[in-house]
């Protein structure tokens, strides 16, 4: 059975760093993308980052580009989002999942989902 598992979330003050790390046990990333989403309270999932599992292309929402950056060891089946400069409005539970063959940054796009960690940034 597939599973992800989100680790590195915490409380950090704001402009500092955390990094998150995603691990597949049951199947692996291969031909699909692997992605992480939050949600803050009272509002809809929204698209951080993705990589292309395969060929290693990057991808970033408008906010997460040149703060975080998205990576992956193929090895260790384990994704990583380094987050830098953080802000209080990046506090959110950060998602990973995985599919997004046709549009990295769709919801709906993605099949297999981690339950979540907590990123909360103090100002």
């Known amino acids: 059975q597939a599973e992800l598992v989100e680790s590195g979330g915490g409380l950090v003050q704001a402009g500092g760093s955390l990094r998150l790390a995603c691990v597949a046990s049951g199947r692996t990333f291969n031909h699909v993308a692997m992605a992480w989403f939050r949600q803050a309270p009272g509002k809809e999932r929204e698209f951080v980052s993705a990589v292309r599992w395969s060929y290693g292309n990057q991808y970033y929402s408008a906010s997460a580009n040149g703060r975080f950056t998205i990576s992956r060891d193929t090895a260790k089946n384990t994704g990583y989002l380094q987050m830098n400069s953080l802000k209080p409005e990046d506090t959110a539970v950060y998602y990973c999942?995985?599919?997004?063959?046709?549009?990295?940054?769709?919801?709906?796009?993605?099949?297999?989902w981690g339950r979540g960690t907590q990123v909360t940034v103090s100002s």
């Open positions: 999942a995985g599919g997004g063959l046709l549009d990295v940054s769709s919801v709906r796009q993605y099949d297999f």
